[in-house]
């Protein structure tokens, strides 16, 4: 595969990928499948920082080969989201915005994501040295180098059925492994409440702290992390009433605050990668849960054979059925937590 430089786009790296790979089943006349070393390289190229312009996301196959670019709906639209190895701030979202009762912070309003997330507590753990501060001597630029390339060697991007898109395992991952940083833009907080899918139908938020650490969670501000146009692989994760990863935020290096995904569970090559995204955005009766977990919250109905048939059901069938058909309403694909995300501090 050719060496690529700053002179190339995402689109050309891939363009020369499928060119080449027809010339090589035309020469064995037969389909040949690159070695996953070859698929690492090939991936580390398709998402290098030396390219031009924006860099998009690509479903793979089972064995990593990408196949297309991945589309995000929102309301009768579609674009693809740009990736992006952190947090960005437009500082226009933010003009006009009234200060958030308990922010502690030097600047408002917030020019930089520095202002909002960039002065986290000695409280809040690393989040490669939470026991002890003084072994800490990270630095997010080498952080981000490193979950950069755990994506593209460990997780793939993937056709999940009827939930759309997700990720899964590429190798085993061990329980408490950081899996990626949630990212995307710094937008004030918004409330939308039940029964406003139709106000914001993205939904690709999560909740962050902002300003300087507070003792007492409910009194943290946080702000929203909005990964509809821009974020990381992990927006892809889906919904599971029984998920093997959590959000959880902490400190990264001396400077930095972030959100990230962390393994709850050991997970299997080939296994999907779930969060458990709560009820607040799945709370549609017409739209069950798809998950397929065992101890789904509210699993698709059972389907009733007649609706008025003439048959006399024991108390526990209809007990049953009742349950089965009044559960709480989760969903399945990407969205905002409801909950916040478990902070990780200092243990003394």
């Known amino acids: 595969m050719s060496t690529r430089n700053e002179t190339f786009t995402q689109d050309e790296v891939f363009a020369d990928f499928v060119s080449e790979t027809q010339t090589e089943t035309r020469k064995r006349k037969r389909s040949s499948t690159p070695s ?7 991936l580390k190229q398709l998402y290098s920082d030396n390219l031009e312009g924006p860099r998009h996301f690509y479903a793979q196959d089972e064995n990593g080969i990408p196949l297309a670019k991945v589309p995000t709906t929102v309301g009768d639209k579609q674009h693809f989201c740009a990736l992006s190895t952190a947090n960005q701030l437009d500082p226009k ?13 030097k600047h408002w309003p917030p020019t930089d994501t520095a202002d909002l997330v960039g002065n986290p507590s000695i409280l809040e753990a690393c989040i490669k040295h939470p026991k002890d501060v003084r072994e800490c001597k990270c630095t997010y630029e080498s952080w981000q180098k490193k979950m950069h390339n755990f994506w593209l060697e460990s997780v793939l991007l993937r056709d999940a059925d009827n939930k759309g898109y997700g990720i899964y395992a590429w190798k085993p991952i061990p329980k408490e492994a950081a899996i990626g940083e949630y990212t995307g833009m710094l937008r004030p907080r918004r409330d939308y409440k039940k029964g406003s899918k139709t106000e914001h139908p993205g939904a690709y938020h999560a909740s962050i702290a902002m300003g300087r650490f507070h003792a007492d969670v409910h009194q943290q501000v946080t702000a929203h992390i909005d990964a509809t146009h821009v974020g990381s692989v992990v927006r892809f994760a889906n919904h599971s009433c029984e998920a093997n990863a ?3 935020e902490g400190r990264c ?10 393994a709850t569970h050991d997970i299997a090559a080939g296994e999907e990668i779930t969060l458990d995204y709560g009820s607040q955005w799945f ?9 397929g977990a065992k101890k789904c919250k509210n699993p698709p109905r059972a389907p009733i054979q007649e609706e008025n048939a003439d048959v006399e059901m024991s108390d526990s069938v209809s007990s ?11 969903g399945y694909t990407s969205g905002e937590a409801d909950e916040e995300p478990t902070k990780k501090k200092q243990r003394r």
């Open 36 to 42: 996953k070393k070859e698929v690492a390289n090939l």
């Open 93 to 105: 979202d933010w003009q006009g915005q009234q200060k958030q009762r308990g922010f502690k912070g």
């Open 246 to 248: 959590k959000f959880f």
């Open 253 to 262: 290096g001396m400077n930095n605050r972030i959100l990230f995904v962390e």
């Open 283 to 291: 709370n549609d009766p017409e739209q069950p849960c798809r998950c």
């Open 320 to 330: 049953s059925l009742t349950s089965v058909q009044s559960g709480s309403d989760e």
